[in-house]
């Protein structure tokens, strides 16, 4: 099992993934979300990575415009998604507690 926690941007993708997307449905859903752009090459790069570790999975196709490449979360990928938002929420809170001193 990958225990490795998704960088924010790996977060980010995967969350988009929950259903199986094209890339041109990524970027499109990215923008929509996050009110900027992901360039085509930092979004194959990352999904390549993301596959590699076991979190999404990858089908290509040949449509009219030519040759789509499609994405979807996996098993492993949810769980490292949920163990990603309580990491991130830990450090969220880090430090705030009072009467540490």
């Known amino acids: 099992m990958n225990t490795k926690i998704p960088s924010p941007k ?4 995967l969350s988009l993934v929950v259903t199986e997307l094209s890339g041109r449905e990524v970027a499109k859903l990215y923008e929509r ?3 900027t752009r ?7 790069v990352t999904f390549r990575r993301l ?3 076991g ?3 990858t089908r290509e196709a040949e ?3 030519g040759r789509v490449r499609y994405f979807q979360l ?3 990928g949810a769980s490292a998604v949920e163990m990603g938002r309580k990491e991130y929420e830990r450090l969220a809170a880090f430090g705030l507690r ?3 001193a």
């Open 10 to 13: 790996e977060q980010e993708l």
């Open 33 to 35: 979300e996050t009110g």
């Open 38 to 44: 992901i360039s085509y090459g930092t979004l194959y």
């Open 51 to 53: 596959r590699d570790r």
């Open 55 to 57: 979190w999404v999975t």
């Open 63 to 65: 449509e009219g415009d």
């Open 74 to 76: 996996t098993a492993a």
């Open 98 to 100: 009072k009467g540490l």
